[in-house]
């Protein structure tokens, strides 16, 4: 029996994990939409959606069912075939993106020694299935908007490309499980010692998944809904669901790069221990606020959804906390290393996609020039710039013997010294320009 164990685990986990990915991130992406129109709200001080469920939970579901049943309509002159595959091509290829990422030591598809060049290689194929939907709508309007979106990746494509370059020179292996490994190792997260890099990765990978301030693909304002104009139904929520994706998967990437991965804050420190029964304390707290707000539903229904889901968080505390009351060496403990490593890189892949919306909600649109003036003239520069200090840097370290914070330290400043010399170039040109305009 062990030995057919053995002979099944290989092909087993994989499956499950794969399972779990196509089942299960549609509905986190659907929760992710609510979450954001419930931030949208409390910056604009309203509630949001309510309706459908206590505090509107159940409103994902409502929307699924609506745009399963909503009419399918297919412009007359379209490229029939290719407007029906477009938006399966967005989605499948950012669903495919996930299978090489480690979120958790337990939990991947494949444990790639190219991991994040297959990430990157796959993830950049959803540029056809924007350009094809908006070449096949026989539309100007969705044409232009893919056209824009094929420009705008191609531009911080690059960026993020350079970005990532210098996380690899830190961690000197492509495998995702590797590089959380190496900052382990370390004992510090890579954004400390490349943090101009998470700031190039940070806004290219904005910029990549079409999210607002540089959503000009989609522009209302100019462009009706862009590359989507025509679509509805369910195919209009694939592309919806292909963005949500990406944006996980961003996220991933930054949090595995340069955010520890699935490692706890202080991890290899003693004193911080502590930080082990946050997830469980965490889970009650949010339970107890789920209790504490069943009396004040007005409708029996979502009294019980509301206690439902108090009773989940529960259930999840007592999983998250039973690996730390058990004596080490036992099955139960040895789960805690997959069980709390999903905690904590969901929990960043979490923020990270807060601080996502907070910029949509935050920062007015870019005009299409200037998008183009910040990626060309100043991100792809600077990436250029931060992969040559970061070269500079492991030289003063590993050759020369200096400590990492004075050389890591040094290299910074010189970036960001470019930084400020580049933003000041750009500023020049671009009031030169306006004087030009003036006159003309």
């Avoid at 025509?230 to 996220?251: D, H, I, K, P, Q």
């Amino acid at each position: 029996m062990h030995t057919l164990i053995e002979f099944a685990k290989p092909i087993l986990v994989p499956l499950i994990c794969a399972v779990v990915i196509v089942a299960v991130l549609p509905l986190v992406a659907g929760y992710i939409v609510l979450l954001e129109r419930k931030l949208m709200a409390d910056m604009q001080a309203r509630l949001g959606p309510m309706r459908v469920g206590p505090h509107g939970l159940l409103q994902p579901i409502a929307d699924a069912v609506k745009l399963l049943l909503k009419e399918d309509i297919i412009p007359e002159e379209a490229d029939k075939a290719i407007f029906w595959v477009a938006p399966l091509i967005s989605v499948t290829v950012a669903m495919l993106a996930m299978a090489a990422l480690a979120i958790g030591p337990w939990f991947q598809i494949a444990d790639l020694n190219i991991g994040l060049l297959f990430v990157m290689g796959i993830g950049a194929l959803g540029i056809f299935g924007i350009v094809l939907g908006g070449w096949s709508s026989n539309s100007h309007y969705s044409l232009l908007g893919a056209l824009r979106s094929a420009a705008q990746l191609v531009s911080y494509e690059t960026a993020a490309g350079m970005a990532i370059v210098g996380g690899l020179l830190l961690a000197g292996t492509l495998s995702t499980r590797e590089i959380i490994q190496t900052q382990d190792d370390y004992g510090v997260w890579f954004i400390f010692a490349a943090p101009v890099g998470f700031f190039i990765y940070a806004v290219a990978s904005i910029a990549e998944t079409n999210r607002a301030p540089f959503d000009l693909p989609e522009a209302e304002s100019e462009l009706v809904a862009g590359y989507m104009t025509e679509y509805s139904g369910f195919r209009w929520a694939l592309y919806f669901l292909a963005e949500y994706t990406n944006m996980v998967v961003v996220a991933s990437i930054a949090t595995t790069l340069f955010l520890g991965g699935w490692l706890r804050p202080f991890a290899g420190t003693k004193a911080f221990d502590f930080l082990d029964y946050l997830p469980s304390l965490l889970m009650l707290v949010f339970a107890g606020y789920c209790f504490y707000r069943v009396p004040k539903q007005p409708v029996k229904i979502q009294q019980a959804v509301l206690a439902a889901v108090g009773l989940l968080l529960i259930l999840l505390a007592g999983i998250l906390a039973a690996p730390l009351l058990v004596p080490a060496g036992s099955l139960v403990a040895d789960a805690k290393a997959g069980l709390h490593g999903a905690f904590w890189f969901l929990l960043k892949v979490g923020l990270y996609l807060y601080v996502f919306m907070w910029l949509r909600f935050t920062f007015p649109r870019y005009r299409f020039d200037q998008l183009m003036h910040l990626g060309w003239q100043f991100l792809v520069p600077l990436s250029i710039v931060n992969v040559m200090g970061i070269g500079l840097a492991l030289v003063l370290h590993r050759q020369w013997g200096w400590g990492h914070l004075p050389a890591f330290g040094l290299t910074t400043v010189l970036t960001l010294a470019v930084a400020g010399w580049l933003a000041w170039a750009g500023e020049k040109k671009e009031k030169q320009r306006a004087i030009v305009g003036e006159e003309a």
